[in-house]
């Protein structure tokens, strides 16, 4: 694979904060799910989010993904203001630098493997039909997956399912992936060939990646920094082998044991 294939549309300042949160606070009812969070990530870091269930990680992807929004405080993407939002217009054009792959598939079952990766691009990025499907088969021969294009998804196993949807994210050429549990989902024996699709991109290209997951080794494999997060806050973070080695949290050892 090379990066040439899944480069950002634009690059930004590498000195520069490429996602930041200011004092972000969110709350579902009675229950503050992130409190006064902050953090930032510069452009083409590796950063993985872990913690117990429940402690805010997949709240601050859907924050960015605008699925929901924040009672307080600030995002800013590459420099823009996503919250508190400044219209649809604006939240449109930070959106299509992101990218995200979920839990589950979210595939189109009607639609073919081609057609759910080349849609976004046509209808969003305004590509040509012919240029889409040349980047779509580029990014199906990345996951191992070039001979499976009229394939519909129900004929995919679901680790091929996921791949195409990794597939998918990375047609839209964002700056930013998003990877929320990615194999959570699935079958123990298909979750080795998705993370190692995910190592790959991480490996060769220059795209930021934001990561939940339980999948301890991977995290270890691919970040370049890990953040521990605990009741809607950031209880400790740093390179993985400091994390992993050496936590200075009484939380993040309690975790860890429980996981690893």
């Given at each position: 694979?090379?990066?040439?294939?899944?480069?950002?549309?634009e690059t930004p300042s590498p000195t520069a904060d490429l996602i930041r949160f200011d004092k972000v606070t969110k709350r579902f009812g009675d229950n503050t799910v992130l409190d006064d969070l902050c953090f930032s990530v510069k452009p083409g870091k590796h950063v993985t989010l872990i913690g117990p269930s429940g402690s805010g990680k997949t709240t601050i992807l859907r924050l960015l993904m605008t699925l929901m929004k924040p009672e307080e405080g600030t995002i800013h993407v590459n420099g823009q203001q996503l919250f508190p939002s400044r219209g649809e217009?604006?939240?449109?054009?930070?959106r299509k630098n992101i990218g995200m792959v979920f839990q589950q598939f979210n595939l189109f079952p009607n639609m073919?493997?081609?057609?759910?990766?080349?849609?976004?691009?046509?209808?969003?990025?305004?590509?040509?039909?012919?240029?889409?499907?040349?980047?779509?088969?580029?990014?199906?021969?990345?996951?191992?997956?070039g001979e499976?294009?009229?394939?519909?998804?129900?004929?995919?196993?679901?680790?091929?399912?996921?791949r195409v949807a990794i597939a998918r994210a990375l047609a839209m050429r964002p700056q930013v992936l998003l990877l929320d549990e990615v194999t959570s989902a699935l079958d123990p024996e298909l979750v080795a060939g998705v993370l190692d699709v995910l190592r790959d991109i991480a490996r060769t290209t220059d795209i930021t990646m934001l990561c939940v997951t339980h999948e301890?080794?991977?995290?270890?494999?691919?970040?370049?920094?890990?953040?521990?997060?605990?009741?809607?806050?950031?209880?400790?973070?740093?390179?993985?082998?400091?994390?992993?080695?050496?936590?200075?949290?009484?939380?993040?050892?309690?975790?860890?044991g429980a996981v690893l």
């Amino acid at each position: 694979m090379s990066a040439e294939t899944v480069k950002p549309a634009e690059t930004p300042s590498p000195t520069a904060d490429l996602i930041r949160f200011d004092k972000v606070t969110k709350r579902f009812g009675d229950n503050t799910v992130l409190d006064d969070l902050c953090f930032s990530v510069k452009p083409g870091k590796h950063v993985t989010l872990i913690g117990p269930s429940g402690s805010g990680k997949t709240t601050i992807l859907r924050l960015l993904m605008t699925l929901m929004k924040p009672e307080e405080g600030t995002i800013h993407v590459n420099g823009q203001q996503l919250f508190p939002s400044r219209g649809e217009k604006q939240l449109r054009e930070v959106r299509k630098n992101i990218g995200m792959v979920f839990q589950q598939f979210n595939l189109f079952p009607n639609m073919t493997v081609l057609r759910n990766i080349t849609e976004a691009p046509v209808r969003v990025l305004g590509l040509s039909r012919d240029e889409a499907d040349e980047r779509a088969r580029e990014l199906l021969d990345m996951v191992g997956l070039g001979e499976r294009a009229d394939a519909k998804p129900t004929q995919l196993s679901g680790g091929q399912q996921q791949r195409v949807a990794i597939a998918r994210a990375l047609a839209m050429r964002p700056q930013v992936l998003l990877l929320d549990e990615v194999t959570s989902a699935l079958d123990p024996e298909l979750v080795a060939g998705v993370l190692d699709v995910l190592r790959d991109i991480a490996r060769t290209t220059d795209i930021t990646m934001l990561c939940v997951t339980h999948e301890m080794n991977f995290a270890r494999d691919i970040s370049d920094d890990v953040l521990m997060f605990d009741a809607g806050r950031v209880i400790e973070s740093g390179p993985p082998e400091k994390i992993f080695g050496d936590p200075e949290h009484e939380r993040t050892r309690e975790f860890l044991g429980a996981v690893l």
